[in-house]
């Protein structure tokens, strides 16, 4: 122990202890043992008898809540754990399908069972492909030719699957599917995360007649989970109908 002329304090240190310092402890392998106490409340004056603003106890009281605590002057706080940053979804990517000029556009598999794989053909916006709007680049966390998202960077994903269809006829249904094969952990897995339905409804023109009324059916599924290096997002629909152009689409946002 060292002690000054102006009375600082020092134990532990190789010198004098710092000026500004009533005490100071200098250790490699030691912690400061804070007193232990058993606060009955926090306004609880008889434990610590008169305690002052600033005292600092560490309260083994479970029923109060084990932690270290700090008098200002009225009450007992504990100190809190700090708060971990909130994460926010930036987009990523989004894509959209663009049908071609002429009816009947994509047309979908006549059994809703049956699996058909969307490749979405035109970018709104892209991190891994500069610019908005276009084609897919080649480095493209997403392959058009397969319609495979494959994660390049872990974390907190959300994807947003959205699709909008014609049909012949009231009453067929669609249905809209999230796929996700899990390559980060072994054993590989592919799972159906997130599924949506919808039957047709009977869409008339404004003036309310039925010339030109069509049947459309249509909605959106969303998954959200943590997403590793190599882990894999499709999407697949089914049912009766065509698919229409712009009003179906992919997104995908990360946490950060």
């Not at 232990?36 to 305690?51: A, H, I, K, N």
């Not at 109908?241 to 992919?250: A, I, K, Q």
């Amino acid at each position: 122990m060292r002690v000054t002329a102006t009375g600082n304090v020092g134990i532990g240190t190789a010198g004098a202890p710092n000026s500004s310092a009533i005490l100071q402890l200098d250790a490699i392998d030691k912690a400061f043992y804070l007193p232990r106490v058993q606060l009955l409340t926090p306004s609880d004056t008889t434990t610590v008898l008169s305690p002052q603003a600033g005292m600092v106890v560490f309260n083994t009281n479970t029923s109060m809540g084990v932690g270290l605590y700090i008098y200002d002057g009225n009450y007992w706080l504990k100190a809190a754990a700090p708060t971990p940053p909130v994460q926010m979804p930036y987009m990523v990517l989004a894509y959209k399908y663009t049908a071609p000029p002429a009816a009947p556009y994509t047309k979908l598999p006549t059994a809703a069972t049956t699996p058909y794989y969307l490749l979405f053909d035109t970018k709104i916006i892209d991190e891994d492909c500069p610019g908005v709007g276009g084609s897919p680049c080649a480095g493209s966390a997403y392959d058009q030719t397969t319609g495979i998202y494959t994660v390049k960077t872990a974390g907190l994903y959300q994807f947003n699957f959205t699709v909008g269809a014609s049909t012949v006829g009231s009453g067929n249904n669609l249905v809209y599917r999230i796929i996700r094969k899990t390559v980060s952990n072994a054993p590989v897995t592919t799972t159906q995360v997130a599924y949506g339905s919808s039957l047709s409804t009977q869409l008339f023109p404004p003036d309310g007649s039925s010339v030109g009324a069509t049947f459309v059916a249509g909605g959106t599924v969303t998954y959200t989970d943590y997403m590793g290096v190599g882990d894999q997002i499709s999407t697949n629909i089914g049912g009766v109908g065509s698919v229409y152009g712009d009003m179906t689409s992919l997104s995908v946002y990360r946490y950060r």
